[in-house]
């Protein structure tokens, strides 16, 4: 049994878990499709959009699991941001031609949330502006 | 290579999809200790007053991928909800003699916060009693 979208999905995974969001990038198709939690992405314009901010205040990223197949591959990792300390994501990825061509991202969005709502309370209760 | 463990995942899977959370049950460890949105969850009381709600709630669930090897599975799918109507997730777990000991559960638990926050808002305006 080949691995080929494994493969994929580990070199993207190890690219975004270094802060390397160009390099991660390179391993998703332009018309790539993604489900993710603030609602479907469409285009690697918007995948960027999606990722950028998470990327540039992630800390750490581990591998929790991974598993796949010449067509299909699962993650699953914990990562430490600036923001949140414990936010752990899985994502499954269907491969093609050796790019990421239709993505599940799952995560919780609620700590995410929860801590920009505390970022702003806190700015308002100083009386700075954002 | 043997997948013990994927099929304990999908059995326990294909059980709380299919609304039983006592066959679903089964397949978890007295001592399970699970990764979860809202924290740790440790042993199997925990665990069931946690998918309590949700699979009280399912009205449908169905794989997106699955994989495993003889310790370890893991599983993604997409579900709709009476309160959520697409709330995807994700299980990691890891088996030992038939039965999970050790989950990571990943799933955004914005869009249920924001139902139940809605519910809550809809009957204050309806002026009833919870």
Redesign the interface.
């Known amino acids: 049994m080949t691995r080929a979208a494994l493969d994929v999905a580990l070199a993207y995974h190890h690219a975004w878990a270094g802060g390397d969001l160009d390099a991660a990038l390179r391993y998703i198709a332009d018309d790539v499709v993604c489900?993710a939690?603030p609602g479907v992405l469409e285009g690697i314009d918007a995948y960027r959009a999606f990722l950028e901010p998470y990327v540039s205040q992630l800390v750490s990223a581990s591998l929790?699991?991974?598993?796949?197949?010449d067509e299909?591959a699962?993650?699953?990792y914990?990562s430490v941001t600036q923001l949140v300390a414990r936010a752990?994501?899985?994502e499954?990825v269907r491969v093609a031609d050796g790019r990421i061509v239709r993505s599940?991202f799952?995560?919780?969005?609620?700590p995410f949330?929860a801590a920009r709502a505390a970022m702003v309370g806190s700015r308002d209760a100083q009386g700075s502006a954002p």
């Open positions: 489900e939690p929790i699991a991974a598993f796949g197949d299909t699962l993650v699953m914990d752990p994501g899985a499954c599940w799952v995560f919780d969005r609620a949330m």
